[in-house]
């Protein structure tokens, strides 16, 4: 059996109360083999010149050692100067029952880069972890969808580091429909003027399923600007922790951060943390954050009883409508498909 190590993942970058147990999380995970990367187009991996030495990750320097060489696979893309690039990958745990990969992708000058990252369910339980680097040059754009749709008992790691030049901009999507839980580490540093993100995630828990997130976003140039939103829905006894971090650095004159966060809680048992940070070493900037969390109320059940529907086909239409909303922004048909598809089986209560 592999070797488990014990590890603090998703690290606040600045720590609040201990008896909260926000500050960070505690995992065991054991180092495994490489795990299956396979790339619908193009079908081979590019070579890339000039990435960071080192990059910041979400979930942290102590799950370096799940990403050494020798157990990892690696795989790469870029897009040249100028070129318009898009890639598929499904990424799936493979024979092992441990395995992890890295995925790096960069884009030149002007370039515009999209990959879409499927985590595949496997078909025994397990871990999988996954560190995605991320490098958007000057005046270029990198488009990163990730669809984590891994079944129970198999969980993710899901770790994801992005530098911004200036101009440089990170659209983000995550969308989250599986059964098994995700620990979801986001870092992106936007480091020149005019950088940008935009992050948006969409999950459905259900069960006892975990969601653990840890998204950092440092303002270093001026005029940058971030937008986060994270939208979802608990049921039965899941549990959902949710750190955003918007971090204006000294010299980040003029930049933006906004966060919002909307939850839909449907069940009992339901365990919801959110806590948003803004920390600020520069005076002349714009930073906000808002949260929305609540059940389904008497009037709005009552307006679908009135059409025929009781309590659980309408909290099965609310979710579904919640999520289809960010499916809708992933932007393949196929994948669109897959992820309806396994959103279906999610909210079936009878198989659950």
């Known amino acids: 059996m592999e070797e488990q190590n014990s590890m603090k993942i998703n690290q606040l970058p600045s720590k609040t109360w201990y008896?909260?147990?926000?500050n960070d999380t505690k995992v065991k995970w054991a180092a495994g083999a490489p795990c299956e990367i396979c790339a619908?187009?193009?079908?081979?991996?590019?070579?890339?010149?000039?990435?960071?030495?080192?990059?910041?990750?979400?979930?942290g320097k102590e799950t370096d050692v799940l990403f050494a060489p020798e157990?990892?696979?690696?795989?790469?893309?870029?897009?040249?100067?100028?070129?318009?690039k898009q890639v598929t990958l499904s990424i799936g745990q493979g024979k092992e029952t441990v395995s992890s990969g890295k995925i790096r992708a960069a884009a030149e000058e002007g370039a515009s880069l999209t990959v879409?990252?499927?985590f595949e369910?496997?078909?025994?339980?397990?871990?999988?972890?996954?560190?995605?680097?991320?490098?958007?040059?000057?005046?270029?754009?990198?488009?990163?969808?990730?669809v984590m749709m891994r079944g129970e008992g198999q969980e993710l790691l899901n770790d994801v580091g992005c530098i911004c030049e200036e101009n440089g901009a990170l659209d983000l999507l995550q969308v989250v429909v599986g059964k098994g839980d995700v620990y979801d580490g986001i870092w992106t540093e936007l480091q020149k003027d005019h950088a940008s993100l935009q992050a948006k995630i969409g999950y459905l828990l259900q069960n006892q399923q975990k969601f653990d997130v840890n998204l950092n976003v440092r303002h270093f140039g001026k005029?940058?600007?971030?937008?986060?939103?994270?939208?979802?829905?608990?049921?039965d006894a899941a549990e959902k922790i949710f750190r955003g971090?918007?971090?204006?650095?000294?010299?980040?004159?003029?930049s933006v951060g906004a966060e919002t966060e909307q939850v839909l809680l449907l069940g009992d048992d339901v365990v919801n943390k959110t806590i948003p940070v803004i920390l600020c070493a520069e005076e002349n900037v714009q930073g906000s954050h808002g949260a929305a969390i609540g059940e389904l109320d008497e009037e709005t059940l009552f307006y679908f009883g009135a059409r025929g529907m009781d309590r659980t086909q309408a909290e099965n239409t609310i979710a579904r409508a919640k999520l289809e909303a960010k499916i809708q922004k992933?932007?393949?048909a196929d994948i669109e498909q897959k992820v309806k598809t396994q959103l279906a089986e999610v909210l079936d209560r009878d198989n659950r």
């Open 223 to 235: 005029v940058t600007k971030s937008t986060i939103q994270a939208d979802g829905t608990l049921m």
């Open 245 to 254: 971090t918007i971090d204006f650095v000294r010299g980040s004159a003029d």
């Open 40 to 59: 619908e187009e193009p079908s081979a991996d590019d070579e890339i010149t000039g990435f960071p030495e080192a990059m910041n990750t979400g979930a």
């Open 19 to 22: 008896w909260l147990g926000l």
């Open 330 to 332: 992933i932007g393949d």
């Open 71 to 84: 157990q990892t696979k690696n795989w790469s893309v870029s897009a040249k100067e100028g070129q318009t």
């Open 116 to 118: 879409f990252e499927v």
């Open 121 to 146: 369910p496997a078909q025994a339980a397990g871990q999988l972890a996954v560190r995605t680097e991320l490098y958007a040059k000057k005046n270029s754009r990198i488009r990163l969808v990730q």
